[in-house]
Nanobody, 118 residues
Framework: QLHLVESGGGLVQAGQSLRLSCSAS????????MGWFRQAPGKEREFVAT????????YYGDSVKGRFTISRERAKYTVNLQMNALTPEDTAVYYC???????????WGQGTQVTVSS
């Protein structure tokens, strides 16, 4: 079993930066990818960024390309999401996820609120 714990959300002003972290525990040998989605009130969950655990390839959603960067601390099974040039449109609950080996489903963290004021 895998378990995710997120941290780093909060309230910032437009143009500022924020960093989220997500640490996995348990069967970390089964991690295929880790990343982030977000969900704003009244909207569907939106892909933000992901990193393939083997090789470290990264992928980003169009709305965050060039502003957000996903990185990892491999030995700690932790991914970080550096978010720069934040806008009010980035306001959402950010969910960390991981995809376990041999599955087609995602395991989710509890979510962390990011609020960007104008």
């Amino acid at each position: 079993q895998l378990h995710l714990v997120e941290s780093g959300g909060g309230l910032v002003q437009a143009g500022q930066s924020l960093r989220l972290s997500c640490s996995a525990s348990g069967r970390t040998d089964r991690i295929v990818a880790m990343g982030w989605f977000r969900q704003a009130p009244g909207k569907e969950r939106e892909f933000v960024a992901t990193m393939r655990w083997s090789g470290g390839s990264t992928y980003y959603g169009d709305s965050v390309k060039g502003r957000f960067t996903i990185s990892r601390e491999r030995a700690k099974y932790t991914v970080n999401l550096q978010m720069n040039a934040l806008t009010p449109e980035d306001t959402a609950v950010y969910y960390c996820y991981t995809q376990p080996l041999g599955t087609d489903y995602k395991l989710w963290g509890q979510g962390t609120q990011v609020t960007v004021s104008s």
